[in-house]
């Protein structure tokens, strides 16, 4: 999978936020004996009050999403500072960070989730192909169609197999007749790579498969209703090794068709899964940029700390 990404990696262009880097073209080696040279500059660069200045490539070419000095407040608290960064079609965008920096908050963003919060409140510009989808007459239950969730624990509903697929498609009135629907729900279990090991139970109940299989019959789930993004809340923190490897692969396999951005914790399954990496800290786009590049020569001193494991 790392040839696979690393062949596809160049597809983010567009203008350069934050400051350069002087190593920026030889790469930092970060092996921790190596770790006293050649440090980013970019945090010392910064001015004391700049909100939002990111290092590394806040904007892509045609992009599906564009965030414009979003903030988020829950209540008093100022979780999501000035965050202004675009999603990529058809790439895996992999938000990383020390717990508590706004990772959830900030996917919460791009599917109005933070509307369900009591207290919360985001301010900016979020648009989704050109659309603003903070605009309070934009039907939110269409933007979660259009932008799918896979949470952290998989969550299948109290119903069969099929029903949990065939659940979104009839409420969007998506399937003409039984054998459309057939077909869909079909389709999505073959996309989610679960179709070979539920077909001959379909009316079983989806809470009786192993994690693994649940957490892929949730991306069938999202899949079914036909999204333009999916979003995923850390979807392999409540797997095991197995189950993530096999949504780690369904991810890449799914980039073809969708936009995916993806919370993490693991910064291994970060450099695995993703063609782009956005750094959060304390609240803020610290940098972001293609993977790679985020991995092997981070432009600002928090980054290299948290991905050298200098941070705390
Ligand atoms: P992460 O996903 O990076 O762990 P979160 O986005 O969950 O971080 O949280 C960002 C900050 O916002 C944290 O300080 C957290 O305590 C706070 N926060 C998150 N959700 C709520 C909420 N519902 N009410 C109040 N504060 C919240």
Known sequence: MQERR???SAGASGSEGGHRHP???SGLNLKPSARTH???TALEERTPGQPGQTAGQTSVDDPIFSCRDVN?????????KHVTIDVARKQVLAAIGPSGCGKSTFLRCLNRMNDTIPGARVTGSITLDGQDIQDKRQDVVQIRARVGMV???PNPFPKSIYDNVAYGPRIHGLARGRSDLDDIVCTSLQRAGLWNEVKDRLRSPGTGLSGGQQQRLCIARTIAVQPEVILMDE???ALDPIATARIEDLIDELRASYAIVIVTHSMQQAARVSQRTAYFHMGE???VGETDRVFTNPRHRLTEDYITGRFG
Not at 72 to 80: D, E, F, Q, R, S
Request: charged share 30%; hydrophobic share 35%.
């Open 151 to 153: 949470f952290q624990k």
């Open 38 to 40: 050649a440090r980013p």
């Open 285 to 287: 786009l610290i940098e």
């Open 235 to 237: 979807p392999c923190s």
């Open 23 to 25: 190593d920026s073209e």
């Open 6 to 8: 690393r062949a596809d």
């Open 72 to 80: 988020v407040y829950y209540g008093a608290k100022h979780a999501l």
